[in-house]
């Protein structure tokens, strides 16, 4: 299978899709049902990702074979620190060895960023995505944040190989 990743902004109708695809499954997921589009709209408002452009940030999105497949964002908190976000990937594409490729793209990116620590949080019932930073090589650290959203927090140092092609 043939991954692909492109830093894309944040307002072209790709990345616009995928967030709402994104925001929609978490807050259903994290609510125990499907939300309004309404609450929908509000919520890609208050959670909006205008930071992800550069030099404040990134976006990247995912294709598979040609197809849109995911995203990831990142956002930069300091000048050496850059943290992840919106990782997503469709349910049709995941279990395809996309999400680790994705979190590698992303982490090359954060590089070019400046970074050299990547840090994420997560909520409690996310568990793949734990599963997935962890398998990657993230480590636990203190909470670096106030998010009634997180729950977990990660870091990972960023010396090191970057993603091959």
């Not at 939300?35 to 990702?49: C, G, P, R, V, Y």
């Not at 964002?73 to 680790?100: C, H, N, W, Y």
Request: net charge negative; aromatic share 8%.
């Amino acid at each position: 299978m043939t991954w692909s990743f492109e830093v894309t902004p944040v307002d072209h109708p790709d990345a616009a899709q995928l967030l709402r695809e994104y925001l929609d499954e978490i807050a259903s997921r994290f609510y125990g049902r499907q939300i309004t589009d309404e609450e929908l709209d509000a919520a890609l408002e208050e959670h909006h990702s205008r930071h992800l452009t550069p030099p404040t940030g990134a976006f990247l999105l995912a294709w598979r074979e040609g197809v849109l497949a995911g995203c990831a964002g990142l956002r930069v908190v300091a000048p050496d620190i850059t943290e992840l976000t919106r990782v997503f990937l469709r349910r049709e594409e995941r279990g395809k060895g996309g999400a680790a490729l994705l979190v590698a793209a992303a982490e090359d990116v954060a590089r070019d960023l400046g970074a050299t620590t990547i840090r994420l949080d997560t909520r409690d019932d996310l568990v793949e995505a734990r599963a997935l930073y962890a398998r990657l090589g993230y480590e636990t650290v203190e909470p670096f944040n106030d998010d009634p959203f997180a729950h977990h927090y990660f870091a990972k140092s960023l010396a090191g190989s970057r993603l091959a092609g």
